[in-house]
């Protein structure tokens, strides 16, 4: 498209867009739980776990994943978004946030396995440097890419990842909580921009880091997405 053409997405399409993407982050945080209490309704036994179970929790992660990069970069328009720069003036202040009571709330509506999994992300006081929102798109890409090579269909081992089941499904349950509270965060911005404080973008884009580099190292991969 040349210059010419070109025109700025308005706030109103930034808003609508952002809302659809909100609710597929919705959709795929649905469907990882559902997955997740079919594990746990039966006692954790993994040959209750089928292929197609497995397949698809992968399946989620590439959409999670695909979501967040599409949210954040909108119509290409990431380094002009006011909301991006909003954000990014939160992160470079080093805000930090100890307690996330409103978050917690909000995952219980999809299951309290996110709240289990929130729970154990920052009891475990993961130290993650995240100062813009062009830095976790950045890895977002590189984690996209490592994710295709690593579990490539020709070493893609069913058996072997329905044994370490719980482990796999854990990582994927903190990208799909993160990726919806980054996604359900953001829209604040266009309700009431002076009251965007945008924690639950900072507790969500860290708990999308730390499952997806933990899903890499899992799957044997030295790339690391965290520093």
Request: glycine fraction near 4%; charged fraction near 25%; charge should be positive.
């Amino acid at each position: 498209m040349s210059k010419e053409n070109y025109r700025e997405p308005s706030k109103f399409t930034l808003k609508n867009d952002r809302s659809i993407h909100l609710g597929n982050a919705q959709n795929h945080l649905r469907s990882v739980v559902r997955i997740a209490r079919k594990f746990n309704n039966n006692n954790y036994d993994i040959n209750q776990i089928t292929s197609r179970d497995v397949g698809e929790l992968f399946t989620l992660t590439d959409k999670c994943s695909d979501t967040l990069r599409k949210y954040i970069n909108l119509r290409n328009y990431m380094n002009k978004d006011q909301m991006v720069k909003h954000i990014n003036s939160n992160l470079r202040n080093s805000l930090s946030y100890t307690t996330f009571d409103e978050e917690k709330s909000w995952l219980k509506r999809f299951d309290n396995s996110c709240v289990v999994s929130c729970d154990i992300f920052i009891q475990n006081q993961v130290q993650i440097k995240l100062q813009s929102i062009q830095e976790l798109y950045r890895n977002i890409i590189t984690f996209r890419s490592e994710f295709g090579h690593t579990y490539d269909r020709n070493n893609f081992d069913y058996q072997q990842i329905k044994e370490r089941f719980q482990e796999y499904l854990n990582e994927v349950l903190q990208i799909a909580s993160g990726t919806g509270l980054v996604c359900e965060d953001g829209l604040k911005y266009y309700n009431c921009s002076s009251n965007f404080y945008t924690k639950s973008i900072w507790l969500g884009s860290r708990m999308f880091l730390n499952g997806t580099n933990n899903l890499l190292r899992i799957g044997g991969s030295e790339q690391s997405l965290i520093s």
